[in-house]
């Protein structure tokens, strides 16, 4: 009876070991860029039009430091979006890590992480994971079965693909940002 206890144990505790090993993508070691050496982009809707516009900023909130993405969101003339994003070089395989946390502090608003990937071709496709930014600091995870395509004709699920870029969003509302981002990776 006792080796069968020991048994049930032994398959017990493997079955919740993940694989994953957390990977901080950016933590402002070196503000502006990621540890893997990419910048951060900023990126409004006026590429294609859109009235949106704002800044992102190295601050600190809470003597934390942080990317502060703030501005107005429009919807105004087909646009709606502010974003920060940064390029994954090399680009990061999502079989190898259950999802994305950020750390962050906002103005109790909703935004957004894209993701692309290899099978995301079109500037209008992405991955999307929507989450609430309360005025305190939070880590917010995203697991990566929860993500949403934009397009029908993309794979439903991330599976299999490797992520080109990472986004953090302001979109779809009429709205002003103000977010703070002071940590991101995998988990």
Do not use: H
Request: net charge positive; charged share 20%.
């Amino acid at each position: 009876m006792k080796k069968i206890y020991l048994l049930l144990i032994i398959i017990l505790s493997f079955t919740n070991v993940s694989n994953a090993k957390d990977l901080i993508l950016d933590n402002l070691n070196k503000p502006g860029k990621t540890n893997q050496d990419q910048k951060w982009f900023f990126i409004t809707d006026r590429v294609m039009g859109g009235r949106s516009e704002g800044k992102v900023e190295i601050d600190k909130v809470q003597n934390k430091s942080c990317y502060r993405m703030s501005g107005n969101v429009t919807t105004e003339n087909n646009g709606g979006f502010i974003q920060i994003r940064t390029s994954i070089i090399p680009n990061i395989n999502i079989n190898k890590f259950n999802g994305i946390y950020i750390k962050i502090f906002g103005n109790n608003k909703k935004y957004n992480l894209f993701i692309r990937t290899g099978l995301t071709l079109a500037p209008w496709q992405y991955y999307s994971f929507s989450f609430f930014s309360p005025d305190e600091w939070i880590e917010v995870k995203a697991p990566f079965d929860e993500f949403k395509k934009s397009n029908f004709y993309q794979p439903k699920k991330l599976l299999n693909q490797k992520i080109k870029s990472i986004g953090l969003v302001a979109a779809f509302n009429d709205f002003k940002s103000d977010i703070c981002l002071s940590e991101i990776g995998f988990y």
